[in-house]
């Protein structure tokens, strides 16, 4: 089993930032791919962004300039900068971790930005 756990949400004012981070625990051998997905109330989840183990990087469209994503390989965490926020940036942000073949999910922090 492995075990995500997040930290980071918070409410911040429009063009804020906030940086999310997420530390997996447990059985872990390899972390191929680990991410960030969002879902917001009434919406289906989506795939913010995701670093693969070998540091490649994908992004959703609309956070591509405004998020960066990075990774510790050794310590198997992997946070997520977010800049420029704007009020559809709200939502509940989920880590998510391959491991071998299996994905894991966090909890999930609430990210609310609003003025």
């Known amino acids: 089993q492995v075990q995500l756990v997040e930290s980071g949400g918070d409410l911040v004012q429009p063009g804020g930032s906030l940086r999310l981070s997420c530390a997996a625990s447990g059985s872990i051998f390899a972390i191929y791919v680990m991410g960030w997905y969002r879902q917001a109330p009434g919406k289906q989840r989506e795939l913010v962004a995701n670093i693969i183990s070998d540091g490649r990087t994908n992004y959703l469209d609309s956070v591509k300039g405004r998020f960066t994503i990075s990774r510790d390989n050794a310590k198997n965490t992997v946070s997520l900068q977010m800049n420029s926020l704007k009020p559809e940036d709200t939502a509940v942000y989920f880590c998510?971790?391959?491991?071998?073949?299996?994905?894991?999910w966090g909890q999930g922090t609430q990210v609310t930005v609003s003025s």
């Open positions: 998510h971790a391959v491991v071998g073949s299996v994905g894991y």
